[in-house]
């Protein structure tokens, strides 16, 4: 079975401060591709990273880094000196053998002045 | 940039009434997928077509039915709504899966349906 657990459904912090969303992930492919997405007030999906199972080297997209440990099954999305904007729900997402993606259940960021 | 349009960001529908949600992406892409999003559930997909008039059931297709006559285009039906349809839903485009590759997802703005 493929799944895809945000086990943090809500996260408040206020700006500047460092925050990291969690995703743990299952199946049982070698091959899978793993995704993370946002969706701010406006209500798009917005994709963030694409990562294969493949490559398992950190990211780091200016004030976003992701973490892929895949001894884990974890692939965690962190974001450094927190704005305001960052506020949305952030969907971590799996894709193995199949176009189709596995969302999880989402976790909401509000991110305080 | 790729671009998916939903015909509709709020819908008020009554229950009975036939609802058609359309969906149009400009970019070619093959796939093209219906998701609704309901708190605390997450995305669940609904459809999701691979070519013109292909289609394949998702994880919760009861109540719903597809159509893609145009490749651009992915029309969600409600052919009867009831009250539990009432959601988010998401539309989205994708290329076909290459070797050794999955591609993302690019959504629309969705649709806010409420069946009264």
């Known amino acids: 079975a493929q799944k895809v657990t945000q086990a943090q459904t809500e996260i408040s912090v206020v700006e500047k401060e460092d925050v990291t969303l969690d995703c743990v992930y299952e199946t049982r492919d070698t091959t899978y591709y793993l995704f993370w997405y946002k969706q701010p007030p406006s209500g798009e999906l917005v994709f963030l990273i694409r990562?294969?199972?493949?490559?398992?080297q950190n990211e780091i997209s200016g004030r976003y880094s992701w973490n892929f440990q895949k001894s884990t099954s974890s692939f965690n999305f962190t974001i450094t000196a927190s704005q305001v904007v960052d506020s949305a729900v952030y969907f971590c997402a799996l894709s193995a053998g199949t176009d189709k993606l596995i969302f999880g259940t989402g976790t909401r960021l509000q991110v305080f002045p | 940039d790729v671009k998916v349009t939903q015909s509709s960001r709020y819908l008020v529908k009554r229950t009975g009434e036939k609802v058609f949600l359309e969906c149009v992406q400009d970019?070619?892409?093959?796939?093209m997928f219906w998701y609704r999003q309901d708190p605390g559930l997450g995305l669940r997909l609904i459809y999701f077509?691979?070519?013109?008039?292909?289609?394949e059931k998702g994880d919760i297709p009861e109540g719903y039915s597809v159509s893609r006559e145009k490749k651009e285009r992915f029309s969600l039906i409600l052919e009867s709504a009831s009250t539990n349809q009432t959601s988010m839903y998401l539309c989205?485009?994708?290329?076909?899966?290459?070797?050794?590759?999955?591609?993302?997802?690019?959504f629309g703005p969705g649709t806010r349906l409420t069946v009264t």
């Open positions: 077509s691979y070519d013109v008039k292909m289609k």
């Open positions: 990562r294969n199972s493949f490559d398992e």
């Open positions: 989205a485009s994708s290329p076909l899966t290459g070797a050794r590759r999955t591609y993302e997802q690019y």
């Open positions: 970019m070619d892409h093959e796939n």
